[in-house]
């Protein structure tokens, strides 16, 4: 099981526009200190934590961020419309589109997804499978 994901930033305001303009949808709590911005789900009592976590930081070592070369982040939402609602709101809060909300057939008939690029280069993907959902 994934416990925690961390993507670097350097800078951390413009990332936490970026991220709190979906995260917060998707039931994610902000955390803010002087090692970034974690995001977690709410964890009722006497439950175990909800995970993964998704962290947003400073490089550790120093040096400039960077974003992976065919690394990508999937965050699940309910619906299409959550995908196209929440893709419009990460591209103003400083997002770039890497491929406009739609089906994808290619990864089963009820995928629904729209990828971004946050402020710092990371791709981030949007996705639902409800099939109930209509475009």
Not at 22 to 49: I, R, T
Request: negative net charge; charged residues 20%.
């Amino acid at each position: 099981m994934i416990a925690y994901v961390t993507v670097g930033a350097d800078d951390i305001a413009l990332a936490k526009r970026f991220y709190s303009a979906f995260l917060p949808a998707l039931g994610y709590g902000l955390k803010e200190g002087s090692e970034g911005l974690s995001y977690a789900l709410p964890v009722p009592p006497g439950q175990s934590a909800v995970l993964p976590d998704f962290y947003v930081k400073p490089t550790f070592d120093g040096h400039p961020a960077s974003a992976g070369n065919g690394t990508m982040i999937a965050f699940e939402v309910r619906s299409q419309k959550e995908v196209r609602d929440l893709h419009a709101a990460a591209l103003a809060a400083g997002g770039s589109d890497e491929g406009q909300p739609g089906l994808r057939d290619s990864y089963g008939p009820h995928f629904y997804v729209a990828y971004l690029r946050d402020p710092q280069g990371n791709k981030i993907a949007l996705f639902s499978s409800d099939p109930r959902s209509t475009p």
